[in-house]
């Protein structure tokens, strides 16, 4: 079993930044792939961006050139900095783990994923 625990949320402007981390209680075959996915209210879960362990990287087109995954394997952690933030950024942003290979591609399947983490609130708002 593994924990994962988000932390990084809280209440921006539209333009400012914040940084998320997501923190995994044990490094396992199925702690490969580390993936943020969101939900606004009244809206599915989507994906955002996701890393392997070995440096593979990928994004909603929605977050391209504003968001950057990175993750750091000694400390089993993953963060997601988020630039230019917007309104319609406004979710539940949460971290979950998967073991399949990166070449696969399904990494953005949410049904994928094996661990997710409780989620942590951002909003944008002036």
């Known amino acids: 079993q593994v924990e994962l625990e988000e932390s990084g949320g809280g209440l921006v402007q539209p333009g400012g930044s914040l940084r998320l981390s997501c923190t995994a209680s044990?490094?396992?075959?199925?702690?490969?792939?580390t993936t943020w996915f969101r939900q606004a209210p009244g809206k599915e879960r989507e994906f955002v961006a996701a890393t392997s362990r070995n440096g593979n990287v990928g994004y909603a087109e929605s977050v391209k050139g504003r968001f950057t995954i990175s993750r750091d394997n000694a400390k089993n952690t993953v963060y997601l900095q988020m630039n230019s933030l917007k309104p319609e950024d406004t979710a539940v942003y949460y971290c979950a783990t998967q073991g399949d290979a990166w070449y696969t591609g399904r990494y953005y399947l949410k049904d994928r994923y094996d661990y997710w983490g409780q989620g942590t609130q951002v909003t944008v708002s002036s």
């Open positions: 044990a490094r396992t075959a199925s702690t490969y792939i």
